[in-house]
């Protein structure tokens, strides 16, 4: 039991004070009379026990005493430590992730936790309920609602995501909404590190539901396929997170007819990785990795892998602008810059920005050329118009002030202008030409700066029927071809998906696989991948930290016990008075 | 003496009453009252048959001559009462007025008697002195009113009851017993048994102020006893008070039963009444005056 005011005592006042009033009460008028005859013989009674005569003479004293010493002991507002049930508001964070798939015996590791969360959520029927799922953006499936019925619907209604837990994100989530206290959180999870409580937050108690037993897992932890010039070649490799030998075989196939390729027979030692390497496979867009064994976690036992020109490194000319290079490093590229001789020794692999003109005749891949190095430049003013093209669809560009432009190329597809004259022209190989120097404008000051290299950098390094690669439910803005059209997503079955109204609001599907995007009459492809750390099911004690406390409830702590000793003041009051009325007044 | 106690008009009022009794003990003296005996009035009382040794002059010659028969004439006798007042004077009788209504019960009484020409006797007694007073006749009315008046606030500690045996005169008529009672039944009843003894006519005055009827206190009391200065305390409430009241009705009630026991008259009296009421009122109507 605890104090939530021990500023409180100065009230103790008041009972010293009626103490201090009994010690210095003039205690009894003489008088002569006659004889003390009767009087000592209606005493006597009294006598029987010495302390039973001063209890029943001072009775009223200890009797406003206890009743003081009772308010000045509800003034303190005791409380005692609330268990969990008193808590009111109750917030379930769910683990989405794709490990929480995990079978453990009949059903998941998500099923089972829904089943608990049931339980709890009707055991504290009338209580507030919140309920978070993990993520990348933790969600708010219900907040602080109290019906029953909703709150069942919600947790009825809960789905994995795929994606990665990120348990820190969805723990401050939960932090700021319990900022008020007196919140009991629970985690259902498959493992949660106890340092992450390491800041206890007061009033919040947290208890974690993991997957105590250890479940059997076989993995595809990576698979990885390159085109050479004897075929296609592809690698698996597997993991073993249980301690005895495990056997199976690996499929390959060709996702998009569904043809078995290839298949191999392994057998893996307790807790260890192999490699195994498929080689003279038939030239592939989409190729899957099948993973036949026993084991508790089968979404793993999967893997695709699109085939196309994936290179992600930019060679930034050294005689370009600075900010150019800075560009690309802020879209998360690789860059590095280099002279023309790296740039020729590169070209295949890398993504050129250059302003040398003889690129654009050279190698197979598309550049992005900015200024020319064989001409000069023309003064020009007004607006720039863009043409409607997948480049303009994030970036705008109208802004931008061009104060002078490159002759054009001829024949070139011209997709904006400034005041009629070419400023971004497009070649038929598809090589992007901004006819000006980034020193000529004040395009760095504009936020489309980035976002039209990335989306330069997109068009040209990306091979146009892929769309890419996702994690479950990862937000990617898409280059669309600008059309009014909506974008649709498919399953490889052509099962319907989800709609998105364009390419920035584009959410990759939640299961792993491979999907048809159709834009604009045009068909790509995309797969959704798990993140290596979703493949590893992982385990451990459950516990639970921290109490409801105190400071912050204090509501509570005086529902608890203030009102009880209330009671007991009042029929002391009622005692007292009964006690005054028999013996009528003092003095 | 700015007021008397016991003023000249009161005498006037008591001079109709004499004390009657029924007790068969007189005195040796000629008196007033007529004994059941046969003796020198002029009262006729019976005729009886003549034995030898009877006095010839006594004999009714009317009768004998009617009937052959010796017939003696009696009368009835007068004969004096010895009246005996005594007075408590412990220290209790001096609160509240007791002591000038138990003089003043004393005066009268003994004035009625002296009235009567019977013999009065009266004895208090404080630590030092015994008072002692004996008279016979109307004319020490006056003398007898002085000697009472005289007396001294009552000093005595020591208890009445124990006392009381050794200032009673022998062959006393009736024995006047002036007291507030205040003292324990048991030192009563060794005084009532030796009592009837001493006189078969016994009276016993209780005197009750109005203080200690109804006591007035409220509070916390340190209440003193004024004779053995016994320290009581006390906080006044009505259940207390309450147990006092009953406490002090028993404890006269059982006073009462205890004299009727002994054959002991007793009359309560409160100062409040007044003398005159008891005198006029109350001793006529319990018989003990005429």
């Known amino acids: 039991m605890g104090f939530e005011h021990l500023g409180g005592m100065w009230t103790a006042i008041f009972p010293l004070a009626v103490l201090l009033y009994y010690f210095f009460r003039k205690k009894y008028r003489s008088a002569t009379i006659s004889s003390t005859l009767f009087w000592e013989k209606s005493m006597r009674e009294t006598k029987v026990s010495p302390y039973l005569k001063n209890l029943q003479r001072n009775a009223l004293f200890y009797l406003q005493m206890a009743a003081l010493l009772l308010l000045v002991f509800i003034l303190l507002g005791p409380y005692l430590p609330k268990d969990e049930h008193t808590a009111a508001h109750t917030v379930f964070v769910v683990d989405t992730s794709a490990s929480m798939a995990a079978m453990d015996g009949n059903l998941s590791l998500f099923e089972h936790n829904k089943k608990k969360i049931m339980e709890l959520a009707e055991e504290r029927t009338g209580t507030e309920f919140t309920i978070v799922t993990t993520g990348k953006e933790p969600k708010l499936v219900i907040r602080e609602e109290s019906d029953e019925r909703t709150v069942l619907g919600a947790i009825d209604q809960l789905e994995l995501t795929y994606e990665q837990e990120h348990m820190a994100r969805s723990l401050d989530f939960v932090k700021s909404l319990a900022a008020e206290g007196g919140v009991d959180v629970h985690f259902f999870t498959d493992y949660l590190d106890r340092s992450v409580f390491m800041e206890s937050e007061n009033g919040i108690r947290w208890t974690v539901h993991t997957n105590d037993l250890p479940l059997e897992n076989i993995s595809i932890e990576k698979f990885g396929v390159v085109s050479t010039t004897k075929g296609t070649e592809a690698i698996v490799k597997l993991s073993n997170q249980k301690s005895s030998v495990q056997a199976g075989t690996i499929l390959i196939r060709n996702e998009i007819t569904g043809e078995e390729l290839t298949k191999q027979e392994f057998s893996l030692d307790g807790l260890s990785d192999t490699l195994l390497s498929f080689k003279e496979l038939p030239e592939l867009s989409a190729v899957k990795a099948v993973l036949e064994t026993d084991d508790d976690f089968s979404l793993d036992n999967e893997a695709f892998v699109l085939l196309g020109n994936e290179s992600s490194e930019v060679i930034v000319d050294q005689q370009l602008h600075e900010l150019v290079k800075k560009a690309f490093e802020a879209i998360g590229l690789d860059v590095t810059s280099g002279s023309v001789n790296e740039m020729n020794i590169a070209r295949e692999q890398a993504l050129l920005v250059t302003n040398e003109t003889k690129f654009l005749n050279e190698g197979t891949s598309p550049i992005l050329l900015i200024g020319r190095n064989d001409s000069v430049t023309d003064q020009v003013s007004g607006r720039v118009d863009t043409a409607n093209d997948a480049l303009f669809t994030i970036a705008q560009v109208e802004d931008v002030y061009v104060s002078g432009l490159y002759p054009p190329f001829e024949n070139y597809e011209t997709i904006a202008s400034v005041s009629g004259k070419p400023f971004i022209q497009r070649s038929p190989r598809g090589d992007i030409i901004i006819l000006t120097d980034i020193g000529l404008t004040d395009w760095p000051l504009h936020p489309s700066f980035p976002l039209f290299f990335w989306s330069a950098a997109e068009m040209l390094t990306t091979d146009n029927n892929i769309a890419g690669i996702f994690t479950p439910n990862e937000r990617k803005a898409l280059l669309t071809s600008g059309g009014s059209e909506s974008i649709e997503v498919f399953t490889i079955d052509d099962k319907y998906i989800a709609t998105y109204p364009d390419g920035g609001s584009f959410v990759a599907p939640a299961k792993p696989g491979i999907y048809k995007l159709l834009d604009n009459g045009k068909e790509e492809l995309l797969t959704v991948q798990l993140e290596s750390s979703e493949k590893l099911v992982k385990h451990g004690a459950s516990y639970s930290l921290g109490g409801i406390s105190t400071l912050n409830d204090k509501e509570e702590g005086k529902n608890t016990i203030g009102w009880l000793i209330l009671l007991p003041v009042l029929l002391l009051l009622l005692i007292e008075w009964e006690v005054q009325r028999r013996r009528g007044y003092p003095n | ?290």
């Open chain 2, 1 to 290: 003496m700015t007021e008397e106690l016991f003023p000249d008009r009161l005498t006037k009022r008591l001079g109709a009453l004499s004390i009657s009794t029924r007790s068969r003990r007189l005195g040796q003296h000629k008196g007033t009252h007529r004994s059941s005996k046969t003796g020198t009035s002029l009262d006729f009382s019976d005729f009886r048959e003549y034995h030898p040794g009877d006095d010839l002059r006594h004999i009714d010659w009317n009768v004998f001559a009617r009937t052959d028969k010796p017939f003696i004439k009696q009368f009835l006798d007068e004969q004096e009462m010895r009246i005996h007042i005594l007075l408590d004077s412990t220290k209790s009788m001096g609160t509240d007025g007791k002591w000038k209504f138990a003089r003043q019960l004393a005066i009268g009484l003994g004035q009625v008697a002296l009235k009567s020409g019977d013999t009065v006797s009266f004895s208090t007694w404080t630590a030092e002195q015994n008072y002692f007073f004996r008279k016979k006749g109307v004319l020490h009315r006056a003398s007898f009113k002085k000697f009472i008046s005289k007396l001294e606030q009552p000093a005595s500690d020591t208890g009445f009851a124990e006392q009381a045996l050794r200032h009673i005169p022998k062959a006393v008529t009736v024995l006047f017993i002036i007291t507030d009672g205040l003292e324990e039944l048991r030192k009563w009843e060794t005084l009532f048994k030796r009592m009837p003894g001493i006189c078969k006519d016994i009276r016993l005055i209780t005197v009750h102020s109005p203080a200690e009827e109804l006591p007035l206190y409220e509070g916390d009391m340190r209440l003193i006893d004024v004779e053995n200065e016994a320290a009581v305390e006390v906080s006044m409430t009505r259940r207390v008070m309450q147990d006092y009241s009953e406490k002090k009705n028993r404890h006269e009630a059982e006073l009462r039963a205890l004299a009727n026991k002994f054959g002991i008259q007793l009359m309560r009296t409160e100062v409040s009444d007044g003398a005159m009421d008891v005198f006029t009122r109350q001793m006529r109507h319990s018989g003990w005056l005429r």
